[in-house]
């Protein structure tokens, strides 16, 4: 036994207690100590029943997963399930909090299942680019039939008790403290005379889908079709389909081959540096784990347009009310009406009901005047990008706003000391960064000012997390960790356009490497933007202001770097903009060559690399995997390469830096060549991630 599994013995029952915070994870101390608890329990005729169960705020949350980075040891899931289906005690298992992954698969290997009613059950792994490994795969489908079985292995997507009840993958809800009611379930039982039975022994459930095998390849092909580019999905529904013609020791044999061979693998490890990831990017450097985040119950966003909607919209889809305050009654009124027309296309595509739209459309009020401020515990302004307008409402809502309110800036680029040194509270003003559409994109850059309060870092991120984003905080720069990185992939992607390759051929990279090209992303954020604010700084974009000068501003104008038909977000390349591109090459005396696609990848991924080990150098963002967390949140980066710094790590530094320094010389251009720190860790072997 180990002191993460104890043995608690109640009138005649054993309790198998796992208490290993914080989530009950299957390390190897708890698979020890429920091999090793349950022979005790097996071997002592004191017992006529078991329960296993959880201390602290969960069941058995999975596998632990820090450990498939080593070599895998100790008991596995199978030398415990077979313990507890030994038939000659009934094993119940009581759920409460979560039973995902390995902990749903030693439920399954109990007899009988009772859970909470708010309980979340399922088989995530597919989301760590992996299938079920202790035996889910062949299990589930005998507990709820393999059609059921197959989208909820695929998807990951958990059920509730309510659910599982319904699906006979439970055999009762309780409600309370999980030990107590497993007692008396067991107790039930063994009055009873309950027969008991194990899952890997009942194929009743099969039966029909064995007769119609169509039945399960219809609804795997339809659960399969939301995540193409992963491995795991395919690996999923493959497993499931041995439960049909393999015998289950010979198919849970094979699920653990496909499960060690995908954890192994690319797609795995960048999966779960990106689940650790996103959790590492919550924890704040400088803000004390006592610090109280401020209530907040009264939101007012400022600024009715594109992005204050967005802004407005993801309150308001948290159930948090939000005045939406404009300086112009027209102004006002259309931003209203598009929220409206937002949910109401939403819900007549079935993504929500007309009733929760119309909820949701009147959490949003609209106020005229920044006065209308007063009364909100937290401000977001969401106005142009002109520093001069965002001092004004800054030195005004500091006279405005009630003492104690946070007072966050939309800002994408600015200086977020300047905006708070307009304020006699500077230690109350935050950066809250959305990205675009507001409502939909997870990531929020918090940025944290000089004098930025350590409980208003908390309360931004907290209210972060409460409308469903990413918090990750960050320093004051240009554009901070996103829009810092995005310059410099887009000056590449711009002068790769000059020296020879073609939009299409840039975007088709990119697209094959899982994101959008930055040049139909260009043409979806609209190019007159950047243009116009060049036009005022004095800066050129040779062929981005040769396309604005004709008109092409982007999908918004039909045409940008491609042409869309009428109605169409599809670019189609154009001949016009392949002579103009050509055309302007030759004006700067260019000669243009053939680009590999290669090189096309590597330029558009290893400078915004360097960028982001200069933004780890000067402390902009606190670790390699908070700048990953921005990309893959903010910008749609392919979760399974893991985000960019992940990929540096994956390739070798000194590889990046290698590949840099022939791009400086190609380019003459210096500020590609290795920053300082990827040099320092190119050179002593080092990573990213190891410098936390
Ligand atoms: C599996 O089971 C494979 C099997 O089929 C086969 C095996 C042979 N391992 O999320 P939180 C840590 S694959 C290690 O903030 P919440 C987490 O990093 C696994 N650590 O809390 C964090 O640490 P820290 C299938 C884990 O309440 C702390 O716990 N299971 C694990 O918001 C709190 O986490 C899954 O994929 C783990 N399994 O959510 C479930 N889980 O404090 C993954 C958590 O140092 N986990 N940690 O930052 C989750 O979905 C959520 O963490 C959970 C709790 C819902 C459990």
New binding site residues.
Partial sequence: MTSSVTIQSHDGVAVLLVDSP??N???IAVRYGLRDGMREILDNPAYGAVVVACAG??FV????????DLE?SGP??DEINALFENRSKPVVAAIH??A??????IAMGCHFRIATREA?LG???V??G???????TQRLPRAIGPVRAVELIVS?DPIDGTEALKLGLIDEIFEGDPVTAGVAFAHKVLTERRPFRSLRGDDSKLVPVRADRSLLTEAAAKAMKRNRALDAPQACAEAVGWCLDAAFDEAVRRE?EL?ARLKDGAQSKALRHV??A???S??ITGVAADVRPRKVNSVAVIGAGTMGGGIAMSFANAGIPVKLVEVAQDALDRGLSTVRKNYESTAARGGMSMDDAARRAALITGAIGLEQVADADLVVEALFETMQIKKDVFERLDKLAKPGAILATNTSFLDVNAIAAMTKRPYDVVGMHFFSPANIMKLCEIVRGAQTAPDVLATAAAVARRIAKVPVVVGVCHGFVGNRMLLVRIAQARKMLLEGALPQQVDAVATKFGMMGPFAMSDLAGLDIGWRSRKDSGETSPIEDALCEGGRFGQKTGAGYYRYERGSRSPTPDPEVDALILDTSRRLNITRRDISDTEIHERLIYPMINEGARILDEGIAERAGDIDVVWLYGYGWPAQTGGPMFIADQTGLAIVAERLRYMAGLDMDETLRPAPLMERLAMAGGTFASLK
């Fill in positions: 914080p989530v994870a299957l390390g705020r969960t949350s999975g596998a632990d997963i820090r450990e498939f895998m596995g899931l909090g979560v995902l992954g390995g902990g749903l698969e979340k088989q995530p792994e989301k760590l992996l299938i079920p490994g202790g035996g889910g990951g653990w499960f689940f650790f996103e959790r590492n919550s924890k």
